[in-house]
Structure formats: structure tokens, C-alpha cells
T-cell receptor, first 112, second 111 residues
Framework: DTAVSQTPKYLVTQMGNDKSIKCEQN?????MYWYKQDSKKFLKIMFS???????INETVPNRFSPKSPDKAHLNLHINSLELGDSAVYFC???????????FGPGTRLTVL | AQSVSQHNHHVILSEAASLELGCNYS??????LFWYVQYPGQHLQLLLK??????LVKGIKGFEAEFIKSKFSFNLRKPSVQWSDTAEYFC?????????FGAGTRLFVKA
């Protein structure tokens, strides 16, 4: 059984479009995260939700909007996509607090 | 503010060589420390972690790391690497609020 799943795995789109990435975890965790990994493999946190409440919101353009309909899901919507948004986006989850994070397989976004 | 520094960006070793990857962090309080590994084309997974207790922690696949509080370090070691250890290795630190990842070290092991 997949613990943290993301869809889609690959996303190729034109500049200016709006797209969404979905994430689901079946681990019963309270906290979920979105990370962006750039071409140099640098991993940067974007958002974190705990029990559907936003607790971390890093310096991310407001074109990026996370939504957590319930504890098991954290989706990422991106408006007006730009070339610089091309990256791999990882979803992760953990128990509340500084615990081990479990990562999804990643979504490779390519903006043309 | 928390920060994590991984000194080696690229490491190339031959099989059976010993490995040590450096990780230093800056944070004055109690920290939880992690090493994650990302195999080619895969997602990150936990290699080992330190929360408290014995500062020498053992993880999966023969890896270990030593927390040296006075040096703010948490270096990763393996006595004899294998070709299958080729991957990106990330050190991560949590000072209670959020986890900060280092820039990663790309390890390539020659068969």
C-alpha cells in the first residue's frame, strides 16, 4: 500500500496556465507538507498543514495556494504558471512535531 | 534562524571505500537530526535520525551518524560503500518548528 501518493507524476504545461497537484496519505498523520526541489536538488519547504490548519507558509508567491480538505489530503494549486516553477514538487507527512517525514514520489512539473 | 550546511556537494568513491559526509547546523536549542536518502528517480526516505540518548545512531543499510553537540555536527558514515549507495543524501535539522534540509550531497560509487 502506498503511504504517501501524489498525482500526477508528470505535468507538462504552458506558461500562464493553472494546474493542481494532489497528495494523499494513509498513515494517519496530522501534518502534511509541500516541498519544491529545484534542478540542483535543493529541497525547500513551501507549506505545512497540521490538522487542516496552515502552520508554515514560507516565502512563496501567492500564485501557489495549498488546500487541505481533510487531514489525509493536501493539494497544491498553482495559478499563472511561470518558467521558474519548473521543478519536482514533493508532498510529505508526519506525526505532529519534529518527527520523521514520509515523502511521496514527487510530481515533475515542466513549464514550457 | 536555523540553517544546515553540507560541505561536500559531490563525492565519488570506489566500492568498498569508506564514506563520511559532513553536516553542520546552526541552532542554539535542542535539535532533532535526520539523514534522508534519495535514490535516482525515487523519493526521499529516512536513513537514520537522532532525537536523544546515544549520540552514535545506526540506520539502515549499514549507515551510522554521530551527533557532536559541541561541534554542531551530525556526520554520516559508512565503513564500506556499495554501488547501490549511489544517491543524493540530505541532512535535516528540526529545532521544534520546522525541518530545514541541507543542500544535499550527491554520492556516486564506482563499481
Amino acid at each position: 500500500d502506498t503511504a504517501v501518493s501524489q498525482t500526477p507524476k508528470y505535468l507538462v504545461t504552458q506558461m500562464g496556465n493553472d494546474k493542481s497537484i494532489k497528495c494523499e496519505q494513509n498513515l494517519g498523520h496530522d501534518t502534511m507538507y509541500w516541498y519544491k526541489q529545484d534542478s540542483k536538488k535543493f529541497l525547500k519547504i513551501m507549506f505545512s498543514y497540521n490538522n487542516k490548519e496552515l502552520i508554515i507558509n514560507e516565502t512563496v508567491p501567492n500564485r501557489f495556494s495549498p488546500k487541505s480538505p481533510d487531514k489525509a489530503h493536501l493539494n497544491l494549486h498553482i495559478n499563472s504558471l511561470e518558467l521558474g516553477d519548473s521543478a519536482v514538487y514533493f508532498c510529505a507527512s508526519s506525526l505532529e512535531g519534529p518527527n520523521t517525514q514520509y515523502f511521496g514520489p514527487g510530481t515533475r512539473l515542466t513549464v514550457l | 534562524a536555523q540553517s544546515v550546511s553540507q560541505h561536500n556537494h559531490h563525492v565519488i568513491l570506489s566500492e568498498a571505500a569508506s564514506l563520511e559526509l559532513g553536516c553542520n547546523y546552526s541552532y542554539g536549542g535542542t535539535v532533532n537530526l535526520f539523514w534522508y536518502v534519495q535514490y535516482p528517480g525515487q523519493h526521499l526516505q529516512l536513513l537514520l535520525k537522532y532525537f536523544s540518548g546515544d549520540p552514535l545512531v545506526k540506520g539502515i543499510k549499514g549507515f551510522e551518524a554521530e551527533f557532536i553537540k559541541s561541534k554542531f555536527s551530525f556526520n554520516l558514515r559508512k565503513p564500506s560503500v556499495q554501488w547501490s549507495d549511489t544517491a543524493e543524501y540530505f541532512c535535516a535539522v528540526n529545532g521544534g518548528f520546522k525541518t530545514i534540509f541541507g543542500a544535499g550531497t550527491r554520492l556516486f560509487v564506482k563499481a
